[in-house]
């Protein structure tokens, strides 16, 4: 995915969040509440956001590269 920096300067709901990683809102909002979040966020007032090129990044890590099989003997 080609991203240019205003895009992953935008900021997203944490709905928008959730749907991007394929997680629930709920799971978001408990990292965040028990201050596990391996997402950075923005509090504005009681509103938070996420950075959209920071969830972006978090989901490429999160990637685990399929094993070769053993060989069969």
Do not use: A
């Given at each position: 995915?080609?991203?240019t920096n205003r895009?992953?300067?935008a900021l997203l709901?944490?709905?928008q969040a959730s749907e991007l990683l394929g997680l629930?809102?709920?799971?978001l909002a408990?990292?965040?509440s028990h201050r596990t979040d391996p997402l950075p966020v923005y509090k504005f007032g009681r509103a938070?956001?996420?950075r959209a090129g920071d969830v972006i990044d978090f989901?490429?890590?999160c990637r685990v590269e399929a094993t070769k099989p053993a060989a069969v003997k």
């Open positions: 995915m080609n991203t895009d992953r300067d709901t944490r709905k629930s809102v709920h799971t408990s990292w965040t938070i956001r996420y989901r490429n890590r």
